[in-house]
C-alpha cells in the first residue's frame, strides 16, 4: 500500500479482555514502531522493530503489553486483561531511513 | 533521557500573519529533528526532518531551523492560512544510535479567518 495501514480504526473492549492491534508498514520498510498517545500529550515510545526482532522494547508499559512482527513486515500488538488506563490512540510508524518515520492513521482502543 | 518541551501550547492568529513554533530538546547529541502536523482524531504527517548538519529546511510556506548547541529548533509559518489550523508537534531522538523517538506535547494552531 501507499502508506501504513492500521487496524481497527476503533476498538471498544470491555476491561479484562484481551486485543490485538494490527500494523502494516510500507512495502520494504525494515523499521516498525509502535507508540501511544493520550489526549492532549504527544506520542510515547512502546516498541522498535528492525526486521522482525525487538531492538528495543523499553517503552512497553508492563508485561501485559507484548508485539510481535514474525516475518520482518505486519507487527501485531497485543494487549492482554485490558485495564481503562489502557485507552489511548495507538500509533505504529515505518521507516527505511534512520530518524524517518511515517505514521499510520491510528487506533484508538477504548476499554469501558 | 531525552525531554522535549513545546512553548506554547495554544495558539490562536489571524489569517495571514506569520508566526514561530519553538522546540526545546535537552540531549543535543541527535542526528536529526521532524516536525509533524497532527489534524483532530487523525495520525501525524512528517512536515520537516532536519538533519544535524543543516540549519534549516524548507518546505512550501513552512521553514524549521535546528540549533542543537542551544538545544532548540523552530518552525515558521508564513502567510498563515485556516488550513494550517492543527496540532504542530516536534520530535527529537536519543543520542546516536537510539531509535525512538521522543516528542514534545505539541502547539495546538488555530489560524482564524
Known amino acids: 500500500g501507499a502508506g501504513v495501514s492500521q487496524t481497527p480504526s476503533n476498538k471498544v473492549t470491555e476491561k479484562g479482555k484481551y486485543v490485538e492491534l494490527r500494523c502494516d508498514p510500507i512495502?520494504?520498510?525494515?523499521?516498525l514502531y509502535w507508540y501511544r498517545q493520550s489526549l492532549g500529550q504527544g506520542p510515547e515510545f512502546l516498541i522498535y522493530f528492525q526486521g522482525t526482532g525487538a531492538a528495543d522494547d523499553s517503552g512497553l508499559p508492563n508485561d501485559r503489553f507484548f508485539a510481535v512482527r514474525p516475518e520482518g513486515s505486519v507487527s501485531t500488538l497485543k494487549i492482554q486483561r485490558t485495564e481503562r488506563g489502557d485507552s489511548a490512540v495507538y500509533l505504529c510508524?515505518?521507516?527505511?531511513?534512520?530518524?524517518?518515520?511515517?505514521f499510520g492513521q491510528g487506533t484508538r482502543l477504548t476499554v469501558v | 533521557k531525552q525531554e522535549v518541551t513545546q512553548i506554547p501550547a495554544a495558539l490562536s492568529v489571524p489569517e495571514g500573519e506569520n508566526l514561530v513554533l519553538n522546540c526545546s530538546f535537552t540531549d543535543s547529541a541527535i542526528y536529526n529533528l521532524q516536525w509533524f502536523r497532527q489534524d483532530p482524531g487523525k495520525g501525524l504527517t512528517s512536515l520537516l526532518l532536519i538533519q544535524s548538519s543543516q540549519r534549516e529546511q524548507t518546505s512550501g510556506r513552512l521553514n524549521a531551523s535546528l540549533d542543537k548547541s542551544s538545544g532548540r529548533s523552530t518552525l515558521y509559518i508564513a502567510a498563515s492560512q485556516p488550513g494550517d489550523s492543527a496540532t504542530y508537534l516536534c520530535?527529537?531522538?536519543?543520542?546516536?544510535?537510539?531509535?525512538?523517538?521522543?516528542f514534545g506535547t505539541g502547539t495546538r494552531l488555530t489560524i482564524i479567518p
Open positions: 520530535a527529537a531522538p536519543g543520542s546516536f544510535g537510539n531509535e525512538k523517538l521522543t
Open positions: 510508524a515505518s521507516s527505511l531511513y534512520r530518524g524517518q518515520a511515517f
Open positions: 512495502s520494504g520498510h525494515t523499521a
